[in-house]
Every structure is written in structure tokens, then in C-alpha cells.
């Protein structure tokens, strides 16, 4: 579904960045991306959407070069930033209705889609209203309609629990094991190592822009330990050594 | 509260022109972008301060070396008064950190001095770029006594206040206004739009006056003159006869006025400014959608319709671009009403316009297209594009036809008024409706080429986008240069060869354009931002 191999990508004038990442993701998958603030998940991700050029490397979805063939990737994924920054000056359900034509959803589908979800996330009633009225939370939930709204195969999403009521949370938790149940894909960053495990089967730990861990969850967390104390050992080893 | 606005302001000044972030930012690129921007406004001054040292020099040599320094003040101020107008609304009234105001212990006052300040610093600029030529060719052909100095750098440090305190005083009135309106950014730009039109035609107005005054004119030019500029704008008089005369009195009167009113402004603009804040602010939810049929369009449809309710939610947008297709349909109108001759003596001419006419159209549609900075209005809203399976030449192609379509109504009722007006032979009119055509689509494509080139989507209000960035500079004013400049070559060439030359630049319009169009579609949006 996706493949990273050795990306690499530095900010000019700047030694911040991602440095020879290489991760695999398949079908059914929920992979966990964790690390520090700064560590380079987002800027992992924003390659991965096509919305940060890189320097080196490769990034294939299904088998296609974002680099490549950005246009064919594009319409396979959907991507969703840690802070949603919509278009405040339409209405929710206009932003929705605009996302569907861009990924030119039948009426049909997207008005069934819309439905399901709105409903799901409890702001139907709140659609018709402009998005700068919104809450951050519901600013989230809509940008999580709007990702779900043309199907995707494969969901990138930076912090998607942020700002999110508990019963969201449960709900978002619920349509990421529906996708993949479905045959598609989850990459996405988190802060919350509890669901981090909970939730996902494969873990990958970043520090200073470095992949310093990554594989199947149960391999990387061992019996009686938590993925709280791994990261802990793993990535803050130069506080505690 | 001296410490508060010292503390607000040095905050507003940070944010000006992007000096904290050169300051502080690592990227090579911004750091160059911003001193290749700093090269460029310094040439636009020395140009500025060429030209005004130059028609100070005309002014002295034809004897009307005591209008001078009324001239310059009046001309400082009107220019303050038409830039500042636009923007005094949104400065004053800005959302950015608006909320973490409030929750800080700062008056509402200092919130409000501290942004008239800001204003103040950026015209202080202007007025001296005006005022500093103007005084030194005065200084060195007419020889004033010491006072003229000391008045003239008393009268420049104050000039900005009143120019500032009537656009902020029209501006606060205009969003108070729109504030209590349902479409509060459409109301805004057509009270503004109104204002700015209303100002143009009333000072167009008064400086024709001077027919009146033509048997005297012949006799005493400057008291002419002075007396049209009394009319226009007063305290330019004031401190003009201060400065010749070297009456401190009349200075210091004059500097008093301009506080009081100031004061008084700044009062009135505190009193409502939470009140007029919150209105503008505060948005209403009806929290009563029920799912309903949607209709599916084309990428292009979609792009487009996003495009239209981008533009109408921005008043600052709107009037900043409107400005040019409203100012053609008055230019047609007044030519339509009055004839030719008159608004060509009217707009203060110095040359025969008949030829032109079609050049002139499109030099004034040609001011501030919307597409000089509808990428750069993206803003923080950039990445959505980005993720999205967007082809370069749709998300382009949308921007362009939005700016196409604004002047399409101005540009049909222009053509319309003028064909009534001048009734013009078969060459003419083909003139009239095609090189219009083609400087709107130059103008058009040439801003969205700028912006392409100096985009900015780090910003933190659209003041910064609209009115301060390189883009709307170049981007806006760039376009309508070219043309003018196409209009002078058409006026000097012979006659005999008028309608060839028309051609000729119609034709390497049209072909710069298709060129800058081409090229446009080729860039890789993940490149910018």
C-alpha cells in the first residue's frame, strides 16, 4: 500500500528535517508513528501527502511515485494535519460537497457518505453553518468526513485524537478498523501511546529526524512491557544515560 | 498605559514587513526573497525622490516656489488618506490575537493607539520620500531662513496625523457599519468602494474649479493654485504658509488641530472597539442542517465556486480589487454624460486622449486584478490544495476565470457607454472592444505569474497579503505600468502608423500573455509554500 525507502528530506538553512526513513505499510494495517516534538513525523507525513517535495529517496503508493505521478497517488489517499486549517468561509457541508467533486464522488455516494458520517460524529445539524463558527473539534471531525468522504485506501493522519470529544474518539477508533477491515491502510502520528497500542498492529519510533524503530507491534513491545516504557528506553536514551 | 501601547506597539512593529521573521528565520531563501524586496522599494523611493525633486525644480522655476510646500503637503496626505482608508479598518479592528488581547490586562485604548501607530510609522515613510526631496531643491534655489527648516521637520513628522485620522475615522464608521450586516465583508467593500469613488470625484471636482479663475490665472498662477488646493485639503495651507512665512504660531495651531482631531478619533474608535469587534467576530450557528440533495460538479466548477466565496468573504479583498473595474465604469460613464473633453480636463490630462481611449480603459481595469494575490490568499488553507488530486492548470485556471469574470460586467457596461459616447468608425470600435480584451487577460495572468513567483501564505492578516505584500505591488501595479506604457508609445508614434502600432502591441500582448500563460501551468505547486 505504501512504501518508503530511504526518504530523506532537509529544510533549507536548517539541519531539521528526516534523514534515510524506510517503512512499509500493507493492506489491513494501522501504523503508529511516534516520536518527540520536532522529530520529523510531520514532516514524514507531508512527503508522504505530496505536499513537501524530498530530496532523496522514494515514496510509492500502490506502487506509484508521488513523485512521479503525484495526481494518481492523490486521488488513493487522503491526508489530515495535526491542526485543520479549513476554509473557514464556507459552510461544512459546502467543504464536504467541494472535496467530493475534486474526487468527483457520484451524488449518490457522497450524499450516503456524508450522511453516515456527519451522523456518526454527531454534527449533521451543524453542516449548513459557516466553519468559522466551528470548535477545533469540530473543525476535526469535519476534516475527518471530509478524508473518509471519497473512500480512501490509504488514511494519513497527524494527531487525529486531538481536540476530539471521547465519544469521537471511539467513533474515529471504529472506522479505522472498518478500513481496514475493508482492505485499506492507516499511517498516522500520535502522542498517545496507550492507543498507539491499543489500536495499531505496527509501530514506527522517530528521533532527530532518524527511524530508530519500527516493525510489528508485539515485536517491538514484549511481554510485560508497555510501548510507553519502549519509547521512554528508546528514544529519550540520551536524558537518561 | 504608556507601557502598554510602548509594548503593543513594538509588537505591531515586528509584524511590519516581515522584519522579525529576517531577523530571526535560518532560510537562505526568505532572508534573500526579503532583501531583494528591501532593493526593490529602495529604487521605487530614489525614483519617487528623483521625480519630486524634479517637479519642485519645474514648480520654483516657473515662479510658484511659496505653493510648493502646500503642494507637497497636499499631495503627501491625499496619497496617505487613499492608501490608508482602504486598510484603517482592517488594522484597527484586526482579528489576529485579538483573544489573547482581551485576556491581558491591556485598555482597549492602547489597543487602538498601538494600531494607529503602526499606521503611522508606514506613512511617516511616504510623507518623507515627499516632503524630503521638496524641501532640499526649496532649500537650495530659494535660500529660506533656518525656521523654514525647523517648520518644515516639525510639519513632516505631523503631516501623516490628519490624513491618518480621517481614513481611520471613515474606516472604523464603514466596518461599524457592516459590522451590524449580515454580509458584513460585501457591505463593507461597497460602503468603502462608494467612499473611495465619492473622494476621487469630489477632488477631481474642486481642482476643476480652476476654470473659473481663468482670466487670473494668467496673472497670478500661484494664488490659483493655492486657492484649488484650500479647497481640496486645508491644513496643507496652513502648514504650507507656516513653512514660507516661518510662523511658529500658525505651525503649532495647526499641529494642535490635527491632535485634537486625533484624540477625539482615537476616543471614539476605543469606546466601540470591543463592541465593534465582537460583531465582527461573532459568528452566528443555526445549528438546524438537515442532509438534502447534493450536486455534483466539475473540478473546475468546484475550484471556481470556491474561488467566488474566497473573494466576497474578504472586504479588503474586494475593494482593493474592485477598485479598477468600478473607476472604468465611472471614467465610461463620465465620458458617456459630460463628453471626452471635459473629464479629459476634468482627470487634469496634459495630453489628447482620443487616440488612447482604448489603452486608457485598460490601464485602469489593469490596476490590482484579483489574481496578483489569489494564491497568496490561500493563506494557512494552502495544504488542502496540495493533498488534493488537483491539476496546476485547474486550480489556475480557476483563479483567472474569477478574476476574468469580476470585470466582465464592468468591462460589457464600459464598452457599451463608450460606443454610445464616441460613436466610433469600424477600426475604432475594433480597437475599443479588443485591446481592452486583451490587457485584462495580460493584467490577469501577468499578477498570477508574480504571485506564482512571490507567494506568501504565512500570514496573519489579509492586510499583509492585500495591501503590503511584493506580489500586489508588482504583481498589481506591474500590469498596469506595461500597459501605460504601451498607451505613451501609441501617443508618440505618427498618426499614419497608429492603427500598425495598435496591432503590433496588441499582438505581442497577446502573445506574452499565452507565453506567461503556458508557463504558469507548469509549476509544481509542491514547490511553493
Not at chain 2, 303 to 325: A, D, M
Not at chain 2, 410 to 416: A, R, W
Amino acid at each position: 500500500m505504501l512504501r518508503i525507502t530511504n526518504l530523506t528530506k532537509h529544510y533549507k538553512g536548517s539541519n531539521k528535517g528526516v534523514t534515510d526513513i524506510s517503512l512499509t505499510i500493507e493492506p489491513g494495517d494501522i501504523y503508529a508513528f511516534i516520536g518527540h516534538n520536532g522529530a520529523g513525523k510531520t514532516t514524514t507525513l507531508k512527503c508522504v501527502a505530496g505536499i513537501h517535495g524530498f530530496d532523496k529517496g522514494e515514496i510509492l503508493i500502490n506502487g506509484t511515485s508521488i513523485k512521479e505521478n503525484p495526481l494518481l497517488c492523490k486521488q488513493q489517499f487522503a491526508y489530515i494535519p495535526d491542526n485543520p486549517d479549513l476554509y473557514e468561509y464556507l459552510t461544512g457541508i459546502q467543504y464536504l460537497n467541494f472535496i467530493a467533486d475534486i474526487f468527483e464522488v457520484p451524488e449518490k455516494e457522497r450524499e450516503m457518505r456524508i450522511e453516515k458520517y456527519a451522523d456518526a460524529f454527531e454534527i449533521t445539524a451543524s453542516l449548513g453553518d459557516l466553519i468559522s463558527s466551528y470548535s477545533h473539534g469540530m473543525k476535526q471531525k469535519l476534516a475527518i468526513i471530509s478524508a473518509l468522504v471519497h473512500a480512501p485506501k490509504l488514511l494519513i493522519l497527524d494527531e487525529p485524537f486531538v481536540g476530539l470529544d471521547p465519544k469521537a474518539a471511539v467513533v474515529l477508533k471504529e472506522m479505522m478498523h472498518e478500513i481496514c477491515e475493508s482492505g485499506g491502510a492507516i499511517f498516522f502520528s500520535t502522542h498517545v501511546l496507550d492507543v498507539a497500542e491499543k489500536l495499531c498492529n505496527k509501530v514506527a519510533i522517530i528521533k532527530d529526524g532518524v527511524l530508530i524503530a519500527s516493525g510489528n507491534m508485539d515485536e517491538i513491545v514484549k511481554q510485560g512491557e508497555s510501548l510507553e516504557s519502549i519509547f521512554m528506553e528508546v528514544a529519550c536514551d540520551d536524558k537518561t544515560n | 498605559m504608556i507601557r502598554q501601547i510602548k509594548y503593543l506597539t513594538e509588537l505591531q512593529l515586528k509584524n511590519l514587513y516581515g522584519l522579525n521573521v529576517f531577523k530571526y528565520t535560518k532560510d537562505k531563501k526568505v532572508k534573500q526573497k526579503t532583501i531583494g524586496l528591501g532593493v526593490a522599494m529602495l529604487f521605487v523611493v530614489l525614483m519617487m525622490a528623483a521625480y519630486i525633486g524634479m517637479a519642485a525644480y519645474g514648480y520654483i522655476m516657473i515662479g510658484m516656489a511659496e505653493v510648493l510646500p502646500a503642494y507637497l503637503i497636499m499631495l503627501s496626505s491625499l496619497v496617505i488618506l487613499f492608501f490608508t482608508v482602504f486598510k484603517a479598518g482592517s488594522v484597527i479592528f484586526q482579528q489576529n490575537a485579538y483573544d489573547i488581547l482581551c485576556s491581558l490586562p491591556v485598555s482597549q485604548t492602547a489597543i487602538v493607539v498601538s494600531r494607529f501607530i503602526r499606521m503611522y510609522v508606514e506613512n511617516l515613510f511616504l510623507t518623507v520620500i515627499v516632503m524630503l526631496p521638496g524641501i532640499m531643491v526649496y532649500g537650495v534655489m530659494v535660500k529660506p531662513g533656518i525656521s523654514f527648516y525647523l517648520i518644515g521637520c516639525v510639519v513632516t513628522i505631523f503631516i501623516p496625523l490628519i490624513p491618518i485620522t480621517i481614513a481611520t475615522f471613515l474606516g472604523a464608521l464603514v466596518t461599524a457599519i457592516a459590522s451590524r450586516m449580515k454580509h458584513k465583508s460585501l457591505v463593507s467593500a461597497t460602503l468603502m468602494i462608494l467612499l473611495v469613488v465619492g473622494i476621487m470625484l469630489g477632488t477631481s471636482s474642486l481642482s476643476t474649479m480652476e476654470d473659473q479663475f481663468s482670466i487670473d490665472m494668467l496673472q497670478n498662477l500661484s494664488k490659483v493654485v493655492l486657492a484649488v488646493i484650500e479647497k481640496i485639503y486645508p491644513p496643507a495651507i496652513w502648514f504650507g504658509t507656516a513653512m514660507v512665512s516661518g510662523d511658529f504660531l500658525m505651525c503649532f495651531a495647526s499641529i494642535a488641530g490635527g491632535l485634537v482631531a486625533f484624540m477625539v478619533t482615537i476616543a471614539l474608535v476605543s469606546a466601540k472597539f470591543h463592541e465593534i469587534c465582537r460583531s465582527l467576530y461573532s459568528t452566528t450557528a443555526k445549528h438546524n442542517y438537515r442532509m438534502e440533495h447534493l450536486k455534483k460538479t466539475s473540478v473546475l466548477g468546484a475550484l471556481y465556486k470556491r474561488e467566488l466565496k474566497r473573494y466576497f468573504s474578504s472586504s479588503i479583498y474586494v475593494t482593493n480589487t474592485i477598485v479598477g473595474p468600478v473607476l472604468a465604469v465611472v471614467y465610461s460613464g463620465a465620458v458617456f454624460g459630460i463628453g471626452l473633453d471635459k473629464v479629459q480636463k476634468a482627470l487634469g490630462l496634459p495630453i489628447d486622449v482620443k487616440g488612447v481611449v482604448p489603452f486608457l480603459l485598460a490601464v485602469i481595469f489593469s490596476v490590482m486584478t484579483t489574481t496578483c494575490t489569489s494564491v497568496s490568499m490561500e493563506g494557512k488553507e494552502w495544504w488542502i490544495v496540495k493533498s488534493l488530486p488537483v491539476r496546476t492548470k485547474e486550480l489556475l485556471d480557476s483563479k483567472l476565470l474569477w478574476g476574468l469574470s469580476l470585470a466582465a460586467p464592468f468591462y460589457i457596461i464600459s464598452e457599451i457607454l463608450l460606443i454610445w459616447a464616441l460613436k466610433p468608425d469600424f477600426m475604432e470600435l475594433l480597437w475599443l472592444v479588443f485591446v481592452p480584451l486583451i490587457c485584462i487577460l495580460f493584467s490577469n495572468v501577468f499578477g498570477l505569474t508574480i504571485n506564482l513567483k512571490m507567494p506568501v501564505f504565512n500570514w496573519e492578516s489579509e492586510v499583509n497579503v492585500v495591501k503590503q505584500s511584493a506580489s500586489s505591488m508588482i504583481g498589481g501595479l506591474g500590469g498596469c505600468a506595461i500597459v501605460l506604457v504601451c498607451m505613451l508609445l501609441v501617443l508618440f508614434v505618427p498618426a499614419s502608423y497608429t492603427n500598425v502600432f495598435k496591432f503590433i502591441i496588441s499582438l505581442i500582448l497577446a502573445g506574452v500573455t499565452f507565453y506567461l500563460y503556458r508557463k504558469n501551468n507548469t509549476v509544481n505547486l509542491q514547490e511553493l509554500g
